[in-house]
């Protein structure tokens, strides 16, 4: 792991219309040439994204979108990519062209209030300030419009981006960077415990994000930590002086690691303790007492943010369907989502179960805890599903 994951960047998305500097301003930024600048409309397709580090405030991902007044068959397309981009936005830059007239109805109004629906920050950039415009006025009716001081650009200049930049700095989340995985479960001192089952998942030589991830915070945290296969926590426990204070196990190996666990220890998985991290723990976990009332004819949308190629054993295609079958019945419905194909209408639904979203910001988890809310849908996650499908739930420790 030598660079920081996507999912723990500050999301930085680009909008505006067509031609408005969008893609400009997202090389300036970067000082790379990595969108097509042209003035043909529709020039950006599909979101650009680039992970970069921005002084005095760390590792961000920029996503430059398609222009909100896209035409055509494939205007809609990118318009839909577009609108998916605004969901996992930490912080939007709403770019208006310095030759744009303000005006209540336009589509830059339009996606302000979208944003301020969905409690994002917005930074106003007046772009292409090294054209003939009159700028002082356009400022000043923007400002009066939206209610925000707009920065003044010029991307080909390389103006105003140590301004924007400062603005970004003052308007990020203040709790976007921070990665309490275990929160209360542990603190220095503490050992910790992870069973960690090296499937053909983990490619060889390699740990799975969540097990890095989680490593890296306990050591950070002062904890004394002891890692083992499945095969090996019995050996690993004997080893032990004292019980560890916490064991976090890989969710597939749950039944296994609770039969072994001491009455001393806690548990936990990391599934669970991401679900507490990214996504809304208290409501996935009253979500998956809904298993307990569902039969053959459930319907069950299974959601992880990993695009892969299926493998044997895969826990969200074929382990997890294996237990609900068990569970509930061999005739049940189930499909499988990868990725960002999150259905829009999720009503026809009885239960989606979600991986960790490890993958995923969590300004993007909460959008589809959101969705699944209104539209009165439970949603659970891998871990607390498992547990509560091995009847040990109760018995499983969460990070608050």
């Known amino acids: 792991m030598v660079e920081t994951p996507k999912g723990n960047r500050l999301h930085i998305g680009i909008f505006g219309r067509v031609n408005s500097g969008k893609s400009s301003l997202l090389n300036a930024l970067t000082g790379q040439e990595l969108a097509v ?27 430059d979108t398609a222009g909100f007044e896209d035409e055509g068959e494939l205007g809609a397309l990118r318009l839909d990519k577009t609108k998916a981009a605004a969901s996992e936005a930490d912080m939007a830059l709403l770019v208006v ?12 109004m339009r996606w302000l209030k979208i944003f301020r629906r969905r409690s994002t920050p917005v930074i106003l950039v007046l772009s292409k300030t090294d054209l003939d415009a009159p700028l002082t006025w356009q400022a000043k009716s923007w400002q009066k ?16 981006l ?3 930049i400062e603005q970004i700095n003052r308007l990020r989340p203040e709790n976007y960077d921070l990665e309490d995985i275990t929160g209360s479960l542990t603190k220095a001192g503490d050992q910790v415990l992870l069973v960690m089952p090296q499937d053909i998942e983990a490619p060889k030589g390699r740990l799975i994000l969540p097990q890095v991830q989680t490593i890296r915070h306990l050591l950070d945290k002062g904890c004394l930590v002891n890692c083992c296969k499945t095969s090996k926590m019995k050996a690993m426990l004997a080893a032990l002086k004292e019980p560890p204070a916490l064991i976090i196990t890989d969710s597939q190996a749950f039944k296994q690691v609770e039969e072994l666990c001491p009455k001393e220890s806690r548990l936990t998985s990391f599934s669970v303790l991401f679900a507490g991290l990214k996504g809304d723990l208290p409501f996935f976990v009253a979500s998956a007492q809904k298993l307990s009332t569902l039969d053959h004819t459930a319907r069950i949308l299974i959601a992880e943010a990993c695009t892969h190629q299926p493998l044997h054993e895969d826990i969200g295609r074929v382990k997890l369907p294996r237990l ?5 019945g061999e005739e049940i419905s189930i499909e499988v989502v990868g990725g960002k194909d999150f259905p829009a ?28 809310k209104e539209q009165g849908v439970p949603m659970t996650n891998y871990g607390v599903a498992i547990a509560a499908l091995l009847g040990i739930l109760d018995k499983v420790s969460l990070p608050e």
């Open 37 to 63: 600048v042209s003035e043909v409309p529709g020039t950006t397709t599909d979101p650009v994204k680039k992970a970069v580090e921005l002084r005095g405030i760390g590792p961000c991902l920029l996503i």
């Open 345 to 372: 209408d999720l009503s026809t639904y009885d239960l989606i179960i979600h991986c960790g979203g490890c993958m995923f910001n969590r300004k993007y988890m909460l959008s589809r805890v959101k969705a699944a």
């Open 162 to 164: 140590g301004e924007l």
């Open 97 to 108: 062209s310095a030759t744009e007239k303000p005006g209540e109805d336009t589509p830059e």
């Open 324 to 328: 609900l079958r068990k569970k509930l």
């Open 145 to 160: 419009l939206t209610g925000l001081k707009p920065v003044l650009v010029s991307a080909q200049g390389r103006q105003g």
